[in-house]
């Protein structure tokens, strides 16, 4: 049983998944997108999305606390993807994965994420190039919705990325035009898992144990991938598995305080009081003392007045 730290462009970026993987419990993170155009990315665009880079062991890069990282790539020339795919393993990327999910209208407008969805050829065509730019033991996986506007094309476009060689492949229990609404449609995912076989790894809607166990239930995936939930309840991965139990409100200030020494230093310092205010809008989900702390500082706008307040 595995428990995967979701990719969430601009939320779970590398300060986050430090943090996180430091409580425990989670087995792989996947990067925010970098997002392929025309072009090699360069070795510091890379790093930056992915500071663990500068980590490698020959297992690959990992987190402080050893969790492996797989860098993920967006765009939809398969020629490029592979370059790009070639390089990030070379850099020491534990694998690589493909976003064929992301719901951003900018991102669709420009052929990449869900937007591809629509054309099963194309996935076939970029996986298949991934795969032979890469060497043969590393891993390459995919990440997909249900479809774009509607799931008729569900089973096509995962049996298409299985067919062109990809290792395992999540699957985001919604269409890109069902967004985040609830419900997640886990039983969708059970029909692509009994259609292929590699791995499937069931994503949506999964914010406690009781949730984990559900969907685990319903998809027949045993590997179970977390974004929300994660931020919404920090030690989500150690709940699920039964490891420890829901970690009380004082030590998740604690932990507010913990993320603010890594956000009020560096490139980054500046977001900081929109990241802290973000933190906590996913934390009142499941703390009330969150949305109590949110209302003390949603008017505070530097670091050193927040911190301080912490």
């Known amino acids: 049983m595995r428990v995967v730290l979701a990719p969430m462009d601009g939320v779970l970026d590398h300060f986050m998944r430090d943090l996180l993987t430091k409580i425990g419990g989670y087995d792989l993170c996947v990067t925010e997108f970098v997002r392929v155009v025309d072009q090699i990315i360069s070795d510091r665009a890379f790093l930056r999305y992915c500071p663990e880079l500068t980590n490698v062991s020959a297992y690959g890069c990992t987190t402080e606390a050893g969790t492996p990282v797989r860098v993920q790539l967006l765009g939809q020339t398969p020629n490029c993807m592979a370059d790009n795919a070639a390089k990030v393993i070379e850099l020491g990327s534990y694998g690589v994965d493909v976003n064929f999910g992301c719901p951003s209208k900018m991102v669709n407008k420009n052929r990449g994420g869900a937007i591809l969805l629509k054309d099963p050829e194309n996935l076939y065509q970029i996986i298949s190039a991934i795969k032979k730019s890469v060497p043969e033991d590393a891993i390459v996986s995919a990440k997909i919705r249900l479809g774009y506007e ?89 709940v699920i598995k039964q490891i420890a139990p829901v970690k009380p409100w004082h030590e998740v200030r604690a932990l507010l305080l913990d993320y603010s020494e890594y956000e009020t230093y560096g490139a980054k310092s500046k977001y900081y009081p929109n990241r802290i205010k973000q933190w906590l809008k996913y934390l009142k989900l499941q703390y009330t003392e969150a949305d109590e702390l949110f209302q003390e500082i949603r008017t505070l706008k530097t670091a050193e007045t927040i911190r301080a307040l912490l």
């Open 150 to 238: 509607d799931k008729s094309l569900a089973i096509e476009n995962a049996q298409a990325i299985e067919a062109a060689g990809a290792n395992e492949l999540t699957v985001h229990a919604r269409t890109k035009v069902e967004g985040y609404k609830p419900p997640a449609h886990w039983q969708w995912i059970a029909k692509i898992k009994q259609n292929i076989n590699i791995p499937v790894i069931a994503n949506g809607d999964i914010f406690t144990l009781d949730d984990a166990q559900k969907c685990r239930e319903v998809s027949g995936c045993t590997d179970i991938m977390v974004g929300r939930g994660a931020l919404m309840l920090p030690n989500l991965a150690l």
